[in-house]
């Protein structure tokens, strides 16, 4: 009898951590906002308080249940201490709610609805607004902060950078960077991941759609968008859908309406990204140089990560352009003619494209290969505020010349997909049963880290697999151990691009069934291998033609 006994009914205990996850599995949704079932116990925000059988209080997320226990979740005295709760923390929170970049994704703002807060007893005593916009990527606003301390444990425990934590004591306590410097000069390599766990406005993703209108509204601009392969997995919940689903018609159908003139498929950029690749690891295979492992280069925040932490490793990270920058030189070199003004968007699942978009490496004279980056989020409001109804939309195709794309390039957006794409590519068995023994292979699982080895002629290949940048320091101080691999895919987000934080946040559970979308999108598309996608054949025989290194490599170690 592995049971507890939660406001009188029995609950069975099944491997729960904690009291929470046990509540919470009874069908109870008890309030929390330092409480993400990856980040370690906090126990700070005590909106969690459950009573025991004794009258006395627990925190439940830091509570192992036990068999025989006997809590109850909903007293008048626990709505009391939550609503006291929640009063001191309005008591010095900035409360424009209506002009909130969060507005409507708040957790203290539906806490408040949900325990219908209708004055605050004590005086305001909310800070000056203290605003750092200096990062591509993420804004802060200390004015918004609650102290949960998420961001923290986010950004230690899961990325392992460090970038902010606790300072002072106190009610001067804040979060901070090392000596409060602007986050864009701390170790911060602009993944997100902060916003995505903060509860409050006080770390937003940073939001560029108004210019992407003034682009479009402009008649001398020629404005061309592509579309990341995670986005289409999850727009479509905020819109009508579910995670999961692949939405890239009406994703296309819905951006078409807004006025861009041509609309294509990031996935096209990584068949280019697979050959470019495949290339550069058999090459460096063949000169056995000591630039191996080949490390990814398609997550820029994994390539911040190295630059600001491993730049002796710089040399082993590819050569090659993420396929949102090679597609865009591409495109950009095709309408450089245009009468019009070519202007480049990209709609990514990531903050950290918007920081990759703006480097110098990826300008030419000056002029950026993407003008703006918006995300999966600001896409869904540009979407709403057009009045589209998208779940009643029609689907349509990507344009044309650039609108031929395979699976191999849609499967880039979850964890592992790199690699099987490029091990597709390598593989000299073109069989359906072969791509099956790739997916089969140890590459495919929302998993953090994943190691597969391949037989390649006569030689075993080792390859590492993996997401969130805790679990990439830690393969390659194993490597500096003298571990050894030959490919190792890096995503800086656990989970890969569908995890990122421009996407609505969400579950893991949300996040795995995104995956499969993806892997869903990869059955259906009747071209599977990048070097079989026709449009590869004529851009390297044309506008490529002499220019492959010019428009589809980068040197980050110079
Ligand atoms: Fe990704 Fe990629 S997969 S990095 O996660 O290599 O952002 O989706 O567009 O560039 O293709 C992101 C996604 C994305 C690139 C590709
Ligand atoms: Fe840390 Fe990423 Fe947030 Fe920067 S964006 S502070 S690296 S979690």
Known sequence: ???????????????????????????IKLPTFCYHSELSIYGACRMCMVENEWGGLD?????????????????QRLRKYRKMILELLLANHCRDCTTCNNNGKCKL????????????????????????????????????????????RMCNEIQNVGAIDFAHRGSKMTISTAFDQPIASSPCVGCGQCAAACPTGAIV??????KVWEALDDKNAKVTVQIAPAVRVAIGKELGHSNGENTIGKIVAALRRMGFDEIYDTSTGADLTVLEESNEFLKRLEAGDNKMPLF??????WVNFCEKNYPELLPNVSTCRSPMQMFASVIKEQNKTSSRKPVHVAVMPCTAKKQEAAREEFKVNGDPNVDYVITTQELIQMIKESGIVFADLEPEAVDMPFGTMTG????????????????????????????????YQGVRGMEGVKETKIMFGDRELRIAIVSGLKNAGDLIESIKAGEHYDFVEVMACPGGCVSGAGQPFTSQEEKEKRGKGLYSADKLSNIKRSEENPLMMSLYNGLLKGRVHELLHVHYAD
Do not use: H
């Not at 068999?67 to 909903?74: D, E, L, S, V």
């Not at 191999?408 to 000299?428: D, K, M, P």
């Open 1 to 27: 009898n592995n049971y507890m006994i939660i406001d009188g009914m029995p609950v069975e205990i099944n491997g729960e951590k904690n009291l929470l996850e046990v509540i919470r599995k009874a069908g």
């Open 59 to 75: 925190a439940a997320c830091s509570t192992p249940p036990k068999p025989g226990m006997q809590i109850k979740t909903n007293t």
């Open 109 to 152: 703002q539906d806490l408040a609805i949900t325990f219908n807060i209708e004055g605050v007893r004590f005086p305001n005593t909310a800070a000056e607004p203290k605003i750092d916009d200096s990062s591509n990527c993420i804004t802060r606003d200390q004015n918004k902060c609650i102290l949960c301390g998420d961001c923290v």
């Open 205 to 210: 993703v940073k939001n560029d759609k108004n």
């Open 296 to 301: 990814t280069s398609c997550c820029p925040a």
């Open 408 to 439: 191999a390039g849609v499967i880039f957006g979850v964890t592992g997909g790199v690699t099987e794409a490029v091990l597709r590519r390598l593989s000299s068995d073109k069989s359906s049963t072969s791509l099956m023994s790739i997916a």
